[in-house]
């Protein structure tokens, strides 16, 4: 269950930041991220040490990006009044709803199937530590 709710968590992290050089909406690079990261497990869940490499691989790629997006996501913060970060999150909630779900299941199926590569996926999935 511990495992479980790193997993979660480190999905939740990677859906809630971002921000976009080609877009106005801070959300739109990382959901595409994490599409692409969901994409590669599903595409390598027959090998859990596929799954973690793949996922460390994408990590490692994107790394000066995933830096970048913190940097503007923590300045976009700053800059929000409480109700603008309020509306703000239940709009990014309404673009993500079925993201979050795909996620979700994705990852606990995953969880499931390799307990041992746990901590190393959600290592990798975590983008924005």
Do not use: R
């Not at 999150?89 to 995953?110: F, H, N, P």
């Amino acid at each position: 269950m511990k495992k479980l709710l790193v997993l979660a968590a480190a999905t939740a992290l990677v859906l809630s930041w971002g921000c976009s050089k080609k877009s106005s909406d801070p959300l739109d690079a990382m959901i595409g991220h994490t599409k692409a990261m969901m994409k590669i497990i599903k595409d390598n869940k027959d090998d859990c040490n596929k799954v973690v490499a793949a996922l460390e691989k994408y990590k490692s790629d994107h790394q000066a990006e995933f830096a970048e997006l913190k940097k503007q996501g923590e300045a976009m913060e700053k800059s929000m009044s409480d109700e603008q970060k309020k509306k703000y999150a239940e709009e990014a909630m309404k673009k993500m709803g079925s993201l979050i779900q795909d996620s979700m299941a994705t990852v606990m199926e995953l969880n499931q199937k390799c307990p041992e590569q746990a901590a190393k996926i959600s290592a990798a999935m975590n983008v924005m530590k």
